[in-house]
């Protein structure tokens, strides 16, 4: 039997929130039942009035957390602090070695083509030397001269306009054709002791200087050369010797000018034609 209460004890506090139309009327049903089993039961009119008020006030503040939650309404993300998803990334599908081997060997197939490709020069058509025109006149016309072959086109060093040395270096690996016959290459390989003693050949070439008259035009002229086999070590050449260094001066060569030597057969016998460009 409750006869005696405190104020702590008849002081209610708080009351659950409703969260819908039927909880809050079952609150309401709830409160007015407590409200009169707690009257019935206190005897003080003073703790009556204490508890009333307490349950008044109890009442009042759960009404106002229920206005208050209706009108605040949800707070939405802020900006800042946004929540970002990320799709997940599709599963790649699995593919096979041979697959994978055939897609290499495509690409290296294909960067090697792309080489060939960068490598490929095309190359115009060689141009056919000619003798110019007064020689060709010459060997041709005056001469009756055939079998005309360019046999090396060269710069004239230091060592060839030498007046000791006295020959023209005709290295074997800048001579475009073959003009010797068989007997005239065994020829070149006779010695007289030491020295090769070679085959004596006419050459004809443009007189230019010693004149033998002050008013005489320049004009081709002929002379016999030695065509000699030379050696130095392991260099194996061709040269013409005596008296280079004569037709030389007559033709007005110096160090730096380019020569053509010509080869030429009258009557089968091998002659020259030296053309300075």
């Given at each position: 039997m409750m006869s005696k209460h405190t104020d702590t004890d008849l002081r209610i506090d708080s009351l659950p929130p409703s969260e819908n139309n039927d909880g809050d009327k079952a609150i309401l049903t709830?409160?007015?039942?407590?409200?009169?089993f707690f009257l019935f039961h206190i005897k003080n009119s003073a703790h009556k009035q204490v508890f009333e008020q307490s349950f008044s006030s109890a009442c009042s503040d759960r009404e106002a957390n229920k206005r208050v939650s209706k009108t605040i309404p949800p707070k939405k993300p802020?900006?800042?602090h946004a929540v970002t998803t990320t799709k997940p990334m599709p599963e790649s599908k699995p593919t096979s070695s041979k697959r994978c081997f055939y897609e290499d060997n495509k690409e290296q197939e294909e960067g090697k083509n792309k080489k060939n490709k960068r490598r490929v020069r095309v190359?115009?058509?060689?141009?056919?030397?000619k003798l110019p025109t007064e020689f060709e006149q010459k060997v041709k016309g005056e001469l009756k001269g055939s079998d005309v072959k360019l046999v090396i086109e060269k710069e004239l060093f230091k060592t060839d306009m030498e007046k000791h040395q006295n020959r023209l270096l005709i290295p074997r690996a800048q001579v475009n054709v073959e003009f010797?016959?068989?007997e005239e290459k065994a020829s070149l390989n006779e010695k007289k002791g030491n020295h090769y003693v070679g085959i004596e050949v006419p050459m004809i070439y443009w007189k230019t200087k010693e004149l033998e008259a002050p008013l005489m035009e320049p004009r081709l002229d002929s002379s016999t050369i030695w065509l000699k086999n030379w050696k130095s070590g392991n260099k194996n050449a061709l040269v013409l010797a005596s008296p280079w260094i004569r037709i030389a001066s007559e033709n007005g060569l110096e160090i730096?000018?380019?020569?053509?030597?010509w080869s030429f057969r009258v009557k089968q016998e091998l002659h020259m034609a030296l053309v300075r460009l």
């Open positions: 709830t409160e007015g039942v407590l409200k009169k802020d900006d800042n190359q115009a058509d060689p141009i056919t030397p010797l016959t068989d730096g000018n380019i020569i053509q030597l």
